[in-house]
């Protein structure tokens, strides 16, 4: 692949990539006199699974945090679909059209499955307050109409049988798969996955891996997740941003990153002499 | 095997995610109904009236609206006593000022400005959470009794610092003051405690209540799709404020008909109706009244006992009863930390399958 052009590019499997969906520009971020995250730019791009890989404590995580709004960087420029998004709180973040998973599941454990896709739509749901006290009208239609989406992702991510079960009872994986489903179900223009594989054995890994390649085939949704799995990572993801130290290394496909001399060093460790 | 939801099935997502969907559930709610406004209308008397009926109605209201904010919203609440008597005090303004209006619609205004108040209150939330919300709850408790106290507004410059209900009609029928019939107080209670349960299942049901219990179980993931915390916790505290505050009208205008805010509406009625979600079971509606049920009708029960039964000393059983109370409670507490309706959900469980043991 050369440099892709503003239009986009198509990959090595002929999935054709659009133009750019979120840049992120010179992103500094520090929490006192520590720097998380130092200069950083990349862009993700329509129809893309985009990786961050790095090292423990490279600052994945706290990109992950910038886009999704927890954070607000000190210097840089975050723009979505063409703006400049200006500082925003997390749920006007969601409301744009940005859903992400947890690297430690964050779902509803009080809640149904059911229940807690369903509030992945909440963004998406207008009734008022008043018309869902009398449960009249609006309210019940757009509960049924939802609920009718919701059955979609249901199916799609192959949880029929625990669609009533209290997410608190379901074990690891499952809930992982859940958490999937419900910023699915927000029908999201960018997806945030933070390490949607850790702590599973390899065929959970392979389950996961099928989804995310499916949700982005089937719903064309744009995909950045984080992953240690470098299997995995080179596999699924059409490019890859390294960093380390909260610096950008290396950023590419899979195979250029992998034969990035900087890549190399901070994975396997450098000789000092 | 008296239980059963093998055979019924649903087709449709309106059937599925109805309140009552196993039919056998759904013919006791009907039965239940039929009872409350069939029969008991009919045959109630003054003592069970005011000794138990009544109070439980008005109760339940209050738990439910405590069980919205604290059970659904995750939002631990000491204030209840004193969002009771902002309702009970706005009531008895209104009827004071606007003698000509009916004494229902009273009633629901009295809610609204709880409601108002509720919010007013709730804004700490924002920032605050758990033991801390708590204790802010509590300086509302404090300050919302010292201010119907100290301002003889409230109380009209009555000589004696009380307030008490004048005699108001509804079509002719008496529902408060000294002429009020116990079938009028308890119909009255019971409309607004069907109407109220009613709307709180609604609400909790739908796009709201998942919006509340995200912020219960994790406020950070609620965030991240979309729930917009200020709003969501302030709704909280509004329809809570206007449950309390209609039961804390009903309670001073239909029940006690003369009241005092620190002897009616003091902190031990905010500890009371938070017992009373804790040992209902927190999150649930029907929790709401079987705690409601449970804490009004166990002194009640005792006494009778104690007194019309075994014929100890009043004084002696009065004493006896609270010791018991609070035994009771720890132990139930220790049994069943969830509460009566997890006690239900498991009686339920056992009973699809009885008497077969698999």
């Known amino acids: 692949m050369n440099a892709p052009s503003p239009d986009g590019y198509t990959t090595a499997d002929g999935r054709s990539i659009g133009p750019v969906l979120m840049e992120m520009k010179n992103i500094t971020l520090r929490f006192g006199g520590v720097k998380a995250i130092t200069d950083i730019s990349f862009d993700i791009r329509e129809g893309e699974i985009r990786a961050i890989i790095g090292p423990n404590g490279a600052g994945k995580s706290s990109m992950l945090n910038v886009i999704s709004g927890f954070y607000v960087p000190q210097e840089g420029e975050v723009w979505f679909r063409g703006a400049r998004r200006p ?53 019940e239609a757009e509960e049924t109409a939802h ?90 993801s059409d490019r890859v941003v390294v960093m380390d130290y909260g610096k950008k290394i290396g950023d590419g496909t899979p195979d250029e990153v992998r034969s990035n001399q900087a890549v190399i060093d901070a994975y396997l460790g450098v000789a000092h002499d | 095997m008296f239980y059963r939801e093998a055979g019924d099935f649903k087709s449709s997502y309106p059937g599925d995610s109805q309140t009552f969907p196993i039919r056998f559930d759904r013919m006791r709610y009907y039965a239940v109904l039929a009872v409350a406004f069939g029969i008991i209308p009919f045959v109630i008397n003054d003592y069970w009236a005011s000794a138990v009926i009544v109070p439980f109605l008005i109760y339940a209201i209050a738990a439910l609206g405590l069980n919205i904010l604290t059970g659904y919203c995750g939002q631990v609440s000491l204030g209840t006593g004193g969002f009771m008597a902002v309702g009970a005090y706005a009531c008895y303004k209104l009827m004071t000022a606007f003698p000509e209006v009916s004494i229902l619609i009273h009633i629901l205004i009295a809610g609204g400005i709880t409601a108002a108040v509720g919010v007013l209150f709730g804004l700490p939330s924002l920032r605050i959470k758990g033991f801390y919300l708590a204790v802010a709850t509590l300086a509302a408790q404090f300050f919302l009794v010292w201010l119907f106290n100290k301002v003889p507004w409230f109380y009209n410059y009555s000589a004696s610092g009380q307030i008490s209900a004048p005699e108001r009609t509804f079509l002719g029928v008496a529902l408060t003051g000294a002429n009020a019939s116990a079938p009028a107080k308890y119909l009255t209670c019971a409309i607004f405690l069907f109407a109220l349960a009613w709307l709180a299942r609604n609400l909790t049901r739908g796009t709201i209540g998942r919006k509340w219990m995200a912020i219960r179980d994790m406020d950070i993931a609620a965030e991240i799709i979309g729930v917009n915390p200020l709003t969501t916790k302030l709704s909280a505290f509004a329809v809570s404020s206007f449950f309390i505050g209609i039961s804390g009208a009903l309670f001073f205008a239909v029940y006690l008909g003369a009241a005092e805010v620190g002897e009616s509406f003091g902190i031990n009625k905010s500890f009371l109706v938070l017992f009373m979600i804790i040992i209902g079971g927190l999150g649930s509606i029907f929790g709401s009244l079987a705690g409601a049920a449970f804490l009004v009708l166990l002194p009640v029960f ?7 039964m075994l014929g100890w000393p009043t004084d002696l059983a009065a004493h006896l009863e609270l010791m018991i109370v609070g035994a009771l409670i720890v132990i139930f507490l220790i049994a069943e930390p969830h509460g009566l309706n997890q006690l239900w959900r498991v009686t339920k469980e056992k009973l699809r399958l009885w008497p077969f043991p698999h």
């Open chain 1, 87 to 139: 500082a925003m709180k997390p749920f006007q973040v969601a409301r744009q059209g940005i859903a992400r998973t947890f690297q430690n599941i964050a779902l509803f454990e009080g809640m149904s499955v059911l229940d807690n896709i369903m509030t992945g739509r909440l963004t998406l749901m207008k009734s008022g307050l008043m018309a869902q006290a009398l449960w009249w009208g609006r309210a």
């Open chain 1, 147 to 236: 609920r009718a989406e919701v059955e979609r992702i249901i199916d799609f991510l192959e949880i029929q049988h625990i669609r009533k079960t209290p997410v608190g009872r379901l074990p690891y994986g499952l809930k992982k798969r859940v958490e999937l489903a419900r910023a699915l179900a927000a029908e999201p223009k960018l997806l945030l996955l933070d390490e949607p594989m850790a702590g599973m054995n390899v065929e959970e890994k392979e389950d996961m891996s099928r989804f995310i390649l499916d949700v982005n085939d089937e719903f064309g949704t744009t995909i950045a997740l984080i992953e240690h799995d470098m299997g995995v990572v080179m596999d699924l």
């Open chain 2, 302 to 308: 005792l006494k009778n006992v104690l007194v019309g």
